[in-house]
């Protein structure tokens, strides 16, 4: 069996077009999971800075792997170049969501980079908050999908590459 795309989007889209308030869901799971991995971040490094008797080693624990991260998927997205679904000639399709700020560049995904890089880097320190970061990293793919901001090999390309380098922090 073929995958096709742009079939499953548009089913997947229409349900959100059918029903409004499943569309303003999906907006504001997208807001609120970014902010949350964003504040969860923050607080980390508050932890590690104030909390805890300053501790340089813990600290570049925490700030190496997202700041790899960061610099590994800005390089692979320069090196690709794969056009988001809804600016790929031939694709035809219109996001469910519009997007803001316009990058062009979807592969792979950095949101679901940093949120794998994230929640495995607060798993080193806080496993509970980790693993349900990591929980809210895959419903965050789902909702980029269901967007239309990404192809699922995006997502599942910037999963694994935030996984991998956040288990970094298991390492140091």
Do not use: Q
């Not at 089913?11 to 303003?24: G, I």
């Not at 907006?27 to 999971?33: A, D, P, S, T, V």
């Not at 794969?82 to 790929?88: A, G, I, M, T, V």
């Amino acid at each position: 069996m073929k995958y096709d795309y742009k079939t499953i989007y548009e089913k997947n889209a229409a349900f959100y077009h059918a029903h409004p308030l499943a569309k303003r869901a999906l907006k504001l799971g997208n807001l609120f999971l970014t902010v949350l991995f964003f504040i969860a971040y923050g607080l980390l490094c508050f932890y590690t800075l104030f909390m805890e008797k300053y501790n340089p080693y813990l600290f570049i624990k925490i700030l190496f792997p997202p700041l790899l991260a960061l610099l590994t998927v800005t390089i692979l997205r320069k090196m690709v170049e794969r056009p988001r679904p809804f600016h790929e000639d031939g694709a035809n399709i219109t996001p469910v969501l519009e997007k803001k700020k316009e990058s062009k560049r979807s592969f792979p995904s950095r949101h679901l980079t940093c949120a794998g890089v994230i929640a495995l880097t607060v798993w080193s320190i806080f496993p509970v908050s980790g693993i349900s970061l990591l929980v809210a990293s895959f419903l965050l793919g789902y909702i980029r999908f269901a967007a239309g901001f990404h192809y699922p090999t995006d997502l599942l390309c910037g999963e694994a590459l935030g996984t991998v380098i956040g288990l970094l922090a298991f390492l140091l």
